[in-house]
């Protein structure tokens, strides 16, 4: 029936463990020295500076305030479902006005009294409570907390929930562990739990509102135990109780999405208001997980077209977010349209609303170029404000220009910007809450050839790899070692820090995929067909299984390429030989001779094209830059080229590409 509270010795140990891991982390990024010559591009060059960083404090409020929660409740509210009126908070016996009074009210053997008694004492309280900010934490309640919860069986419905009612109203305390305020909740929390089987939904959704009003949704039992009452009879929900249970999914965060909601969605989207899917779209995003309904995403898609124009705009935040994370092939030509009627809005929406616009087509490689260069026109004015771009939002808007290799005319340049950003003091606050942001802005960065070598000396340096990931080389990020080889090929003057060679070549077994032959144990792919063919085809022009070499050259890119010599001398294919005291994880550059050209054939599969062009994605081109920079002719091999070919057609493709 009562929970105990962790010593107060536990408390500060573990505060003090969290501090101290804190500020190992918060040294990494804020005490290193800078070099003598800094220099932060090798290919793009902005001005040179010198500069350190210093904090002295962290600033633990939240950067960007999360709205979600509170607009899906008041979707909710709008619910048309049947009110208890009864269980109105009533009015206190009599007022306290004085301390002498206040301290006498509480200052009782409340063990002795009724539980009725004990919560009008609450009630009586509340006034000079919010008066004086004077919170149930406060020692002076210890004996009323005693009798409550000696007494909490006692207490009937409607006393429940004119507690419940009293205590929102009470100053807020530190934490849902603070003394005196957890042996509260937890106890009324037990009771609820008790209670629940003889419950009614009306009573449980009463209820469970007021455990959100508390903002103790997440810590509730009862709450997590009326989701599961909710989902073994989900077949006999109506379309206000299916939506106030999505609600209550999210806010519990306690469990995933179960499968029954999901399906029981088809049947009331059609009714469902717009703000009503978006407040079921929010608990799949937070869920992380896709809609596998055809029927729902098409809803989503019409009603949002429909009402562009008078879209509320979280609404709005949370469909796209929705659609890109259920995106599949078939939708592509409806998120064309859905993106020509939202590109008109852009300017009267938020801008985590435009960048949820701009992210849309990601997922399926589906560039609509319009809106990306409206999004991020009106993005980069606000690259200096903390309160309104945080360095998610910079790193996102970066994925999107990069993937699609596109460089919108902006004022101030977006690359530009935003390179200028992950440099200012302002952002140093957020790159150590957030410190595997960085690596990804500056991979993104380096897709377009900028480096800055400030800041890859800083995350490069082993401890604060260890901090952020950990030991083990699998948790390094592939954005954080797609930096290193970068380096070695575009930054030859950098001295900073770098991966050791048994950590990349353990990084790069974990980030490369096998290559594709003949009679594989495992199942072909596409890609891997494709990869096979392009081999056989390659192995007809160079005549002999010596002349080419199958590895991967760039130990950063996944696919491993197809490596021919030509002898311009002789005009034949030679050889291929050097390449023998390569490992796992170096970069094979192939060995010096005037007379030879070497040829590195890329195979590019569906996934690393723009949908519906022969474009090429930005890390393709990055592929393309460095082969030539390591002495390799790349040979792009495009999958919407070349699989429709006979095979006379298919050598020619080829051979038309080397000579």
């Known amino acids: 029936m009562y929970r105990l509270m962790p010593t107060q010795f536990v408390v500060d140990y573990f505060r003090s463990v969290l501090l101290k891991t804190f500020n190992k982390a918060q040294l990494k990024l804020t005490n290193y020295s800078v070099y003598n010559k800094p220099k932060y591009t090798s290919v793009i060059i902005f001005s040179e500076q010198r500069r350190t960083f210093s904090v002295s404090t962290f600033l633990t409020s939240k950067l960007f305030t999360e709205h979600e929660n509170d607009f899906a409740f008041q979707v909710m509210k709008k619910i048309s479902l049947p009110r208890l009126e009864n269980f109105q908070l009533k009015s206190p016996n009599e007022a306290i006005s004085s301390l002498e009074k206040f301290n006498g009210h509480l200052n009782q053997e409340w063990r002795s009294k009724t539980a009725s008694e004990i919560i009008q004492c609450f009630i009586d309280c509340l006034d000079y409570c919010v008066n004086n900010n004077i919170t149930v934490a406060d020692p002076r309640f210890d004996k009323l907390v005693d009798g409550l919860v000696d007494h909490v069986e006692h207490i009937n419905d409607e006393e429940l929930s004119q507690l419940l009612q009293c ?7 530190d934490s849902h562990k603070s003394h005196n305020f957890h042996d509260i909740w937890s106890a009324l929390d037990d009771l609820c739990c008790w209670k629940l089987p003889t419950w009614t939904l009306e009573k449980m959704f009463h209820f469970a509102e007021l455990w959100y009003n508390l903002r103790l949704a997440r810590p509730s039992d009862f709450v997590f135990e009326m989701i599961d009452k909710l989902i073994r009879k989900v077949d006999k929900l109506t379309k206000e109780e299916l939506i106030i249970a999505f609600f209550y999914l999210k806010v519990n965060k306690r469990r995933q999405l179960p499968f ?3 399906d029981a969605l088809d049947r009331y989207c059609e009714q469902m208001t717009i703000d009503e899917m978006a407040l079921c779209a929010t608990t ?9 309904s055809s029927v729902f995403c098409s809803e989503l898609i019409q009603r949002l077209k429909q009402e562009a124009k008078t879209v509320n705009d979280a609404t709005v935040k949370s469909i796209c977010q929705l659609l890109r994370l259920s995106s599949t092939p078939t939708l592509s030509e409806k998120f064309t349209d859905l993106l020509d009627v939202l590109t008109e809005e852009v300017d009267r929406l938020s801008n985590l609303s435009c960048l949820h616009i701009a992210l849309l087509g990601t997922n399926l490689q589906l560039l609509h170029e319009k809106s990306v260069s409206k999004v991020s026109r009106k993005l980069v004015k606000d690259f200096g404000d903390v ?3 945080r360095l998610k939002d910079i790193e996102r808007l970066l994925l999107v220009l990069t993937t699609f290799e596109l460089h919108p005319k902006t004022e101030p340049d977006v690359f530009k910007a935003a ?3 992950i440099h200012q ?6 790159i150590i809450r957030h410190p595997k942001c960085l690596p990804c802005i500056l991979h993104y960065l380096s897709i377009k050839g900028i480096y800055s070598y400030e800041l890859m000396n800083r995350i490069l340096d082993p401890d604060f790899i260890i901090e952020t990931f950990g030991k083990s080389p699998k948790s390094i990020p592939r954005e954080l070692f797609c930096l290193d080889p970068s380096i070695e090929i575009e930054c030859p003057d950098y001295k900073g820090h770098r991966l050791s060679k048994e950590v990349r070549r353990k990084v790069t077994k974990w980030n490369t995929e096998y290559t594709p032959s003949v009679g594989q144990t495992k199942k072909p792919t596409a890609a891997d067909l494709l990869a096979i063919d392009v ?14 070499f199958i590895n991967h050259i760039l130990p950063h890119f996944s696919r491993s390429d197809i490596i021919i010599c030509k002898n311009i001398r002789r005009e034949e294919f030679i050889k291929i030989e050097g390449f023998e005291n390569y490992t796992l994880g170096d970069i094979m550059y192939p060995p010096k001779r005037d007379d030879c050209r070497w040829y590195a054939i890329c195979v590019i599969g569906r996934n690393s094209t723009i949908r519906d062009t022969t474009k090429v994605l930005g890390l393709m081109n990055m592929k393309r830059r460095q082969l030539e920079k390591i002495g390799y002719i790349p040979v792009i091999v495009l999958w919407n080229e ?6 006379q057609e298919k050598l020619d493709y080829i051979l038309n590409k080397i000579c």
């Open 642 to 647: 070349y699989r429709h070919l006979s095979d």
């Open 284 to 292: 799949f995003n937070f869920c992380k997980t896709s809609t596998k």
């Open 167 to 173: 205590l929102t109203k009470y100053p807020s305390t």
């Open 260 to 262: 029954e909601l999901r």
């Open 387 to 389: 309160d309104k771009i």
């Open 419 to 421: 390179y200028d950003e």
């Open 425 to 430: 003091e302002r952002r140093l606050t957020e």
């Open 535 to 548: 081999t056989e085809t390659v192995s007809k022009i160079v005549i002999h299984k010596s002349h080419y």
